[in-house]
Nanobody, 118 residues
Framework: QVQLVESGGGLVQPGGSLRLSCVCSGDTFSNYVMSWYRQTPGKERELVAKISDTGGVRNYADSVKGRFTISRDNAKNTVYLQMNSLKPEDSAVYYC???????????WGQGTQVTVSS
């Protein structure tokens, strides 16, 4: 059973930065496409960024392009989300997702709260 544990959320002022981390255990990390999603109350969970199993392909939501960077370290079983120039509208619970595409299996972390406010 894959487990995903996020960390790094918190309260930050507009224009500030945070780095989220997600550690994966229970399976071979490099088998998974990794993503970050976010969700605010009353809204659907939305994809923020995605990175391929090798890290060679990265995709971003238009709202975060140029401000957020997703990366992974397969030796540490960890995926990161570097968030710069944060805006109040970035406030949400951020979730880590692991997708074993070939087997059509996905796993979710418990989420970490990010609040951008002065």
């Amino acid at each position: 059973q894959v487990q995903l544990v996020e960390s790094g959320g918190g309260l930050v002022q507009p224009g500030g930065s945070l780095r989220l981390s997600c550690v994966c255990s229970g399976d071979t990390f490099s088998n998974y496409v990794m993503s970050w999603y976010r969700q605010t109350p009353g809204k659907e969970r939305e994809l923020v960024a995605k990175i391929s199993d090798t890290g060679g392909v990265r995709n971003y939501a238009d709202s975060v392009k140029g401000r957020f960077t997703i990366s992974r370290d397969n030796a540490k079983n960890t995926v990161y989300l570097q968030m710069n120039s944060l805006k109040p509208e970035d406030s949400a619970v951020y979730y880590c997702n692991a997708d074993r595409v070939i087997l059509r299996i996905q796993y979710w972390g418990q989420g970490t709260q990010v609040t951008v406010s002065s």
